[in-house]
């Protein structure tokens, strides 16, 4: 029997329904053995399709995207009723990605922003019929309903990904890798025998070594975040920033309590400039958490 | 499923006075897991350290929770009373006294005793029972340096009946006590009262002596360390040389010798002062014309012992000890960096290491006080205190000695050229020790020294002569003192290699490059490093007293250790998994080099060094550490049962 | 009924736990919002473990460690004192007063100073009003 799979995209960029594609040939593997039932972005299915499923009928659904509006939270209630097993299928199902930063703002401000002062919409009017609610905040799948399996990044790295669906099509989900990408970095011998940063570089200001980013004080995420991409980014000269989420909790945590443990911090007023100059701390270390670090939204604390 | 039992303390009034302790007990039996919760009046004294023991057995407790005094008071207490029924580590307190009925009052009172009691029942809960760590120890100590510290303390271990491997870097031991002439406050000389100590290292059975060796690596740990030496090819087969001398007289090769520093010549084979230890010859391989490839060979002809080898290579020694005692000693600031002092370049602007060599019967001038650029005798002298210390410009600290030595140079020179003239210039004298305010007084006094309070602002010569420009500052006037000879006491600095050794170690330095104690007041011998100690100067500044005292104090530190099979130690320490991914972050924290990194790159730790104080558990970014007892999840459990 | 604020303090075992006693000993009233967890070491403090506590309803977070240069492990207060300058720059982003979070340095001889810091922490979290993290 063939399994009957569904993938939905939800508040998203679309990337991981294209990355499906990145498997190149295995595609051919995988459309041999499964079923799709539901997959809107392919092809032309209804809602009502969906509803008209018996509970339970789809092997596997997958789920993109984060759920920020009331659309995306009503079909991931349904899918996770049709479905044996849902699988939150990239960063933003798994953490809420990039648009999870938007929780750092209110809906009123997101609105004000995109609606009213923006260059591009001179008379710009909120829209406010026949449309889904937007939420307060956005919101990751296994906020919303019970999630079986994540896969994460953003989108899912092919290494990633290959074996995310050679485990699930087996009724398997222990896939991911429980090391951190240091573990297969490219860059890992280069690291020293004593490190101390004694100023945060940005990446796109500083001239690459080549070495450990760390060692460089250019701030990387690969120490706290999970392996599996092959290191993809570090390979092409780029600082991991965090996609494939944390080995131990949020990766922002892990990677700010161990970073700031590596400043120098001899002299309280040097160690203060040095932390003082890392810009936009929710953005740098919640970049594909930010939905995590603040489930209910910005905290209103301005006293 | 633990079966945890709370109990209550009452502390006579000094809780239930203020806490509702039937309360605490009432709202703490209703927790998960606990199964049995009471109070007492006073849980510290033996009736109440018994109900707790009947309990344990009644009830078949495997967690405790004594809410009472701080931990500090009675913890161990309560360990001890049930440690035979119970693993200490199931044993808790919860600080409802000291931190709780003390300073808080009425229902606040109770309601923090029961939330503080929570708190530890869900510590309790996470709690393993642990058992002390052992660590075997190799009962042998090595001593780096052998100067009067390094001496005293391998003496000090090696009449306890451990061995000790004492290494030297130079021909001989003696270090820099063997270069002083006189010693205050008692004036002793100096190679009288070392030379018999030299000999009795060099002789004792449990003393394995390497001079002109130096340790060049170090691996493990306390009471299992693993040390490389290289012994340095003297060219002479110590046990064969008589030193007769007769090579020496052979040797065509004149240079100047540094025991002098350069004021007295040697040849390319020489023995550094006659009392050296071990007293054999060495060949310098740097102006030796007979090592290879050339051969010129006069000193093996007339050898009749036959204990010169020209082909004797390196020798690599691998030891194992179980401690080590530091004692590397110090060097003297360099008067080139002195500007203001005419950067010392002068013949007679000399330091005084140098003129301790001229008070020496047995140094370049056989005692004689003269001015080196002419060689006739010195009448007048300015002493300097302070070249280079306590100024900010060069090292701020006190080298600590200079005072004292300096009243006994001028001293010795008023005894040695009666009709001399003697100035120190000082900026206050520091005469702490045992009878040297009164050695300090008597200089003063008796003696006749001008003391003048003030820095030199500018030394110069002028003709034959050498001007000392200053100000005597309790006078308000300038003084200009026209000197045959100016003797600088430069600051004392660390040895050259200090850097290296530490590295070696991986022992800390201060600012200045002396080695770091644990503690400045309670630990001031011990390194941070377990199993490795310092003496002497290397540490610090000081004098010889202080450094015998230090050395014996570091002996004492090793032969305690040493008097025991096995080192215990606390079992709260980091425990590694096996998710390491090989980030290092824990490696480059760790305070106390406990961490290291397999072949594969991934981090472990060696318990036996582990203090367990979590930074690297708090940093280890993928969770792979734990600390047992103060886990994540137990902190996080009790965090959440006192906002309840 | 007026506001009283929950406030979680980590206290390193050797200094401010010390001190927190040593408050005890000479009867400094301070208020009893604040409830003590003893860590042996500021630097075992995760940035995470401050997170739990706003989440799980503190209105406050104190930390005690030992002064610069004093600290039993050596360098373990330095760690507490960048990772919580750090973590107080991220709760500024979230939106958290950072004043809601507090490191001070207390040791085993300043009783007097943890009181009056602890009453101070208190009465500032007081004025503040309570955190409402879940909202």
Redesign the interface.
Known sequence: MKKKIAMYWGAGCGGCDVSLLGVHEKLLDLLGEVDIVFWPCAMDFKYEDLEKMEDGSIDIAFYNGAIRTSENEEIAKLLRKKAKMLVAYGSCATEGCVIGLANLYAREEIFDAIYLNNETTPDGKIPSHELPEFLPVLKTLDSVVKVDAFIPGCPPPKPVLEAALNALLNGKTDFLSNLALCDECPRRDSKPDKLEINEIKRWHSSNDDGRCFLAQGIICMGLATRAGCKAECITASIPCTGCMGGVDGLSGVSAMSAIASLINGEDEEKERKIIESIEDVVGTFFKYSAAKLLPYGRVKDES | MARIGVFVCHCGLNIAGVVDVKKVAEELIKEKDVVYATTYTYMCSDPGQNLIREKIKEHRLDGVVIAAC???MHEETFRNATRDLINPYRVEIA?I????S????GK??T??AI??TK?LVEKVRGNYELEPIKIDVEKRALVIGGGIAGIQASLDIADAGYEVILVEKEPSIGGRMAQLSETFPTLDCSQCILTPKMVLAARHPNIKLLTYSEVTGVDGYVGNFKVRIKKKPRYIDVDKCTACGDCEDACIVVVPNEFDFGRKPRKAIYIPFPQAVPAAYVIDEQSCLGIAPLRCGECASVCEANAIDYDMQPEYIEEKVGAIVVATGYDLYDKNKLVEYGYGEDADIITSLEFERMLSASGPTQGKVIKPSNGKEAKKIVFVQCAGSRDKQHKPYCSSICCMYTAKHALLFKHHVKDGEAYVFYIDIRATGKNYEEFIARVMEEERINYIRGKPAKIYRQGDKIVVEGVDTLLGKSVKIEADLVVLAMAIVPKKDVKEIAKLLKVATDEHGFFKEAHPKLRPVEA?TRGIFFAGCGQAPKDIPASVAQASAAASKVIAMFSHDKLEKEP?VARFGD?C?????CF??C??NAIQLDSN?KAYNIPALC?????C????????IK?PN?D?EQ??K???V??E | MSFEPKIVAFLCNWCAYAGADLAGVSRLKYPANIIPIRVLCSGRIDPEFILHAFRNGADGVFIGGCHPGDCHYIKGNYHARRRILLTKKLLKEMGINEKRLRLEWVSATEGRKFANVVSQFVEEIRQLGPLEAKK
């Not at chain 2, 558990?617 to 792979?624: D, M, Q, T, W």
């Open positions: 701080s931990p500090s600080n006294r000291e931190q709780d003390w300073v808080h009052e606040d009172a309601e923090k939330k503080i708190s941070v709260i998710a991914t090989g980030c290092r972050t480059y924290i305070p106390f790159g203090e367990g104080c979590g930074v558990v708090a940093a280890c970014p993928v969770g792979n600390l103060y994540d902190i996080k009790m965090v959440e006192v906002l």
